[in-house]
């Protein structure tokens, strides 16, 4: 007994003890994206903050193309819309939800415009291979969605609306409260709109266009104690849009998605190891309408349920060993595709090692188990060195997936059970520049993708395969400028990205890929006066597989710029005004799918 | 100086045409059918989503005009022409082609190419059409997973307005000769008969092929109606006799033959083609051939044979190639000898001779 007593004693002192040692790193209490914190050092990010948002509409679409490396192709304004990051396909470019990837189990990819980003506290781009990390389709980059569990902050609230042409209304909620135990956060956003712009130099509106979209999301954190912590995440939500027609006479289509995402998690925090353990429950269900004025419809329907444990064990001040365990099960059915189940089991091991304040290494490794397909070793190498006071080089090797979709594997008639992983190996050096007010980045990449999944024909169905060999290589690099002088501040974000996609068998571009895309912002700020110009640049297009330039897209360069007053105590208030397309040129994004020329749109956002 | 006075003429009559394009309203000014487009044939390019030359213009002289549609209406794009261009069909001085997605009819002058209206009204997903007298019939998909839905859509071409007449059966191809209309009803292995439509009083009659021989080409020759049919077995010739509007003769082809589509019917020859070879045999032939005339190499899987004709002693074929770029169009002798190769547009699918 007395033993027993000691035994407790020693260890409550220990506990203690590293307790008090342990000052547990802010990022690891708010973020779930635990990963994109602790290994992204080696590769780009950028991360788009509220006051970039508030500028852009509100789809995912609108504020990465206008902010970031990725460019999109959008079937008109809030129509379907795919990315293309770094020239690779939409299946390629991985969208997490609070660490989860949240990709469609049935097309492999995230339609851009039916994620609104009001909903979320931070929205972060990183570039290059991150499989390991956050699974299948991190191959030209990956997004993520993130929320902040904060502590300590009392009762906040946000509103925010905005009006535009087209009958558009863009409005928004958020309410948090939080004490140093717990931590509530709501938020609502609607976004509606008539989207029956004039095309530009026609005589002739964008038809069938309409769409509204509605999220709500509500987080909540809650510290047992100083060691652990519980939290809760849940997302909804629900869209719905007619298809643009390209001749008015077409048959309208529409299209619906209600999807929920839901995570548990409990966060420990042992001294020198840090175990997270999440528990999600994602589903998606879509209806396309063929015809809106009939009844009938075809769907797809998918639940999965995510488990994820996670140690990180700080061996010592610069030295993280982090096991990632993970299981994923996903029963999906459809119109046209059975009930399918599929369970993924996958092991993590990752190292990071910070050498000194001028180098840092990071070794990560992953390895899935499914019984659908044969699943490769992935990993990644990266280094960073600084190597002046003012520049830094970062090298990242990695090996990546895409894992065959519910449509791939399984549609009636025409899956195929045989497919394996699209696969891709990619190299990138990056230069950092830091110097007094600029920063600049210069990475360049090399990235070789092999069994691409196509669908083809097969006599008369088509059927996916494993057969396209692809390169996408190019240079991606980022500015940002900032200048105060008395009472007036000057900022400048810049991105450039020159690249080029091959089809190794063909040796044609891929279509739908510009060589060349440039982004910037000009924000000029005077006391209680902001005013910003943004401007984005496309290079012209491939729209078909022989690269005949009598059906490229020609580039186009689109400009909006805007005013907006701050006021009220602490400048809570603000109104604002903007013009997009300031020059009413007249683009498509993707042939034949007209964009809107110039527009505007009124805004308030008050904080109280 | 017969040449010189010819030449003359034809300046005349193009100066003539050019000041009725000037003046639309000029209707007494009548030109012999002539145009930069009289004497040739259109190649129909389907599109897919590109929206890129509607139809591809070879000239007997063999000079090919790779987009006469947009080089001559030069405001046109595809929010006005619609993708998925499914057939071309002529009356005397009109061409019309249709677009499926689109729901809609273009109308051009037959011989200049110049656009003359848009038909657009009830119409959904449009296919083939005709022309009987002053009016054009053209056949409706509809719900394409319903085959009971179809109809075909009547436009008057005096005003361009429009009717429907339920066809309660697949409606698909469709074909006029001597005052009366044919439908054939089926595809994609559904539908099993051969309509007959009567533009006197829109009545239908319907002659029954058998459960599972779907039509997928026909061709009328000396009162007889040739049917071609397929039911993912064998393929069949079915000879209807049009005075009784009964099948008189049905042939049975091999079933080692496969697939027999693209019938067609010249000088007493029937053609047809099986994937990438064309065969021919006489006309009340009891046996099939199992050998083709010839074959034609293509590295296209699903446009194959997408457009097929024979016409003057020529055969023409078409290759879908990937949809999603220029393809090729060929022109063979009847003993298969390679005489011509065309750049077409995007996914051509068939041939409209205008002479």
Known sequence: ?608 | MKYFFKSCLALLATACMFTSCDDNDDDDVIVEPTGEYADGYFILNENGGLGASIATFVGDDGVVTADPIGTVNTDFDVTTTGTYLQDMFFDDSRAFVISGSGNLVLVFDRYTMEYITTVDTDFASPRYGTVVGDYAYVTNYNDYSVGEDDFVTIINLNDYTTTTLDVNNNAEKIMSEDGLVYIANGYYGSGNAVTILDPSTNGLTSIDLGTGNTPNSFEEEDGYLYVLTYNYTNAALFTIDLAANQVVAQTDFPAAIGEASNLEIEDDVVYFTVSNAVYSMPLNATEVPTEPIFSYESDSAWGVMYGFAVEDNTIYIADGGDFSSNSTAYEYSLDGQLLNTITTGVGPNSFHFND
Not at chain 1, 246 to 264: A, G, H, K, Q
Not at chain 1, 410 to 427: C, I, K, M, R, V
Not at chain 1, 552 to 580: C, M, P, V, W
């Open chain 1, 1 to 608: 007994m007395k033993q027993f007593y000691l035994f407790i004693s020693f260890i409550s002192c220990l506990a203690c003890k590293l307790q008090a040692q342990d000052t547990i790193p802010l990022a690891e209490v708010e973020v779930s994206d635990t990963q994109l914190k602790r290994f992204s050092d080696t590769q780009q990010t950028i991360e788009l903050s509220d006051s970039i948002s508030i500028k852009n509409q509100a789809s995912l679409t609108s504020l990465l193309n206008f902010n970031s490396f990725i460019y999109f192709k959008q079937n008109g304004l809030g129509m379907v819309s795919s990315p293309s990051f770094r020239g690779t396909t939409a299946q390629q470019t991985a969208v997490l939800w609070n660490g989860i990837n949240i990709n469609s189990q049935f097309n492999g990819q995230t339609d851009f415009n039916t994620i609104n980003i009001r909903n979320f506290d931070a929205v972060e781009v990183r570039s290059g291979g991150g499989s390991v990390l956050f699974g299948s389709g991190a191959i030209g980059g990956s997004i993520h969605l993130n929320d902040y569990i904060k502590f300590s902050e009392g009762f906040k609230n946000t509103a925010f609306v905005k009006y535009g042409s087209f009958n558009t209304i863009d409005g928004s909620y958020k309410s948090s409260y939080s004490s140093e135990k717990l931590s509530l956060n709501i938020a609502l956003s609607r976004v509606n709109s008539d989207n029956n712009y004039e095309y530009v130099g026609k005589d002739r509106n964008n038809s069938n266009g309409q769409f509204y979209n509605q999220s709500v999301s509500a987080n909540v954190g809650y510290k047992l104690n100083e060691n652990n912590l519980v939290k809760f995440f849940t997302y909804i939500y629900d869209g719905d849009r007619n298809f643009s027609l390209i001749v008015p006479t077409e048959t309208r289509t529409s299209y619906s998605d209600f999807n929920t995402r839901n995570m548990l998690e409990w966060d420990g925090f042992y001294g020198k190891f840090i175990s997270k353990l999440k528990v999600a429950y994602t589903t998606e269900h879509y209806k396309y309408y063929a015809n809106i004025y009939n009844d009938s419809y075809t769907e797809g329907k998918a639940n999965s349920v995510i488990g994820k444990y996670d140690l990180a064990y700080h061996i010592s001040d610069g030295i993280l060993l982090n096991f990632v365990s993970d299981i994923n099960h996903t029963n999906g059915e459809g119109s046209s595709i059975a009930q399918n189940k599929r369970t993924i089991t996958a092991f993590n091991v990752m190292w990071k090692h910070i050498l000194s304040n001028k180098f840092l290494y990071e070794v990560t490794s992953r390895k899935e188990f499914t019984q659908n397909y044969e699943s490769p070793f992935l990993f990644s190498l990266g280094a960073k060195y600084k190597l002046l006071n003012d520049y830094e080089i970062t090298l990242n090797g990695s090996k990546n997936f895409r894992i065959p979709t519910y449509n791939d594997l399984f549609w009636a008639g025409s899956g195929n059970p045989d497919l394996n992983p699209e696969t891709s190996y990619q190299l990138e050096f990056g230069n950092h520049f830091k110097l007094n007010k600029v920063d600049l980045s210069i990475t360049g990449y090399y990235n070789d993708i092999t069994d691409m999944i196509r669908w083809v024909p097969q006599g008369s169905v088509w059927k996916p395969v494993n057969t396209q060999h692809v390169a996408t290589y190019g240079i991606e690099s980022k500015l940002k400028y900032q200048k105060k002088f008395g009472k007036h501040t000057m900022t400048i974000n810049g991105t450039y990205t020159y690249t080029k996609a091959k089809d190794l068998d063909s040796e044609k571009e891929l279509i739908y890929v510009p060589n060349h895309k440039a982004t910037g912002m000009l924000q000029y700020k005077y006391k209680r006066l902001q005013a910003y110009y943004q401007y984005m640049f496309v290079g012209n297009v491939y729209t078909d597989s022989d690269n005949n330039p009598l059906y490229s897209l020609d580039a186009y360069g689109i400009s909006n710029t805007g005013l907006s007053y701050h006021f009220g105590r602490q400048k809570g208030y603000q109104i604002g005004t903007e013009i997009n397309n300031l020059w009413n040129v007249n683009y498509q994004s993707v042939r034949n799918r007209f964009m809107p020329g110039i527009n505007y749109a009124i805004y308030m956002k008050l904080k109280f």
